[in-house]
């Protein structure tokens, strides 16, 4: 039987995985469904709005600087392009986030700058090597819904090596640096669960 490698195997599966497993389609669809979860559709709004809000103020400007040549690919997958096109304005939005919360009388605020702080590390890491953020993501998501959803987080847990494995057959990503990822988004996602749950 001949090992599945990256150049003769499709790539459609993985093109699925990484697509499904992006991070911004994974962690507001399960951040939001956790804040419905725990204060109800109606009581969830603003901070469905604020969620909502910082991923589409992220894909308007990452549309804006892919169509002006600023970035090589919608992943950013270049690490010297990821500072000021992925972890800066992140953390600016996440900041602002936190603020609206707070001045809206939401939950959540801790857990936001919980976020920024995981965002700072990945941040710092990155100017070493490029840390996967799909399987940061992916790790860290699982370990936010386990305590809530035993069975969707395990299913979670069990997607999230799939993801990163779709990067490196992707060629996105080595294996050290879906490693690291897999390594930072847990143990991230088990301090939040001590700290928050």
């Known amino acids: 039987m001949l090992p599945l490698q990256p150049s003769t195997m ?9 697509t499904l497993g992006h991070p911004f389609l994974l962690l507001p669809l399960v951040l939001a469904w956790l804040t419905i979860r725990k204060l109800g559709f109606v009581a969830a709004l603003p901070t469905l709005v ?5 991923i589409v103020i992220m894909v308007v400007f990452l549309d804006f600087r892919k169509r002006k040549g600023q970035i090589s690919n919608w992943d950013v997958s270049a690490q010297k392009e990821r500072s000021s096109n992925i972890y800066q304005p992140i953390l600016s939005l996440t900041f602002v986030a936190a603020a609206t919360l ?5 939950p959540f605020i801790g857990d ?12 710092a890491i990155n100017a070493k090597i490029k840390i996967s953020q799909h399987t940061v993501m992916a790790f860290y998501v699982s370990f936010l819904v386990l305590p809530v ?30 490693l690291l990822g897999a390594i930072v988004g847990t143990i991230f996602g088990l301090l939040h669960w001590w700290i928050f749950e």
């Open 102 to 106: 707070f001045l809206l009388g939401q």
């Open 10 to 18: 499709t790539k459609k599966i993985p093109n699925l995985i990484s």
């Open 50 to 54: 604020a969620i909502f809000t910082c």
């Open 149 to 178: 959803h035993v069975w969707a987080g395990l299913g979670l847990l069990i997607f999230a090596p799939m993801i990163g494995w779709s990067r490196v057959v992707l060629g996105r990503h080595k294996k050290e640096e879906v």
């Open 112 to 123: 936001t700058l919980f976020f920024g702080l995981l965002m700072t590390v990945c941040y």
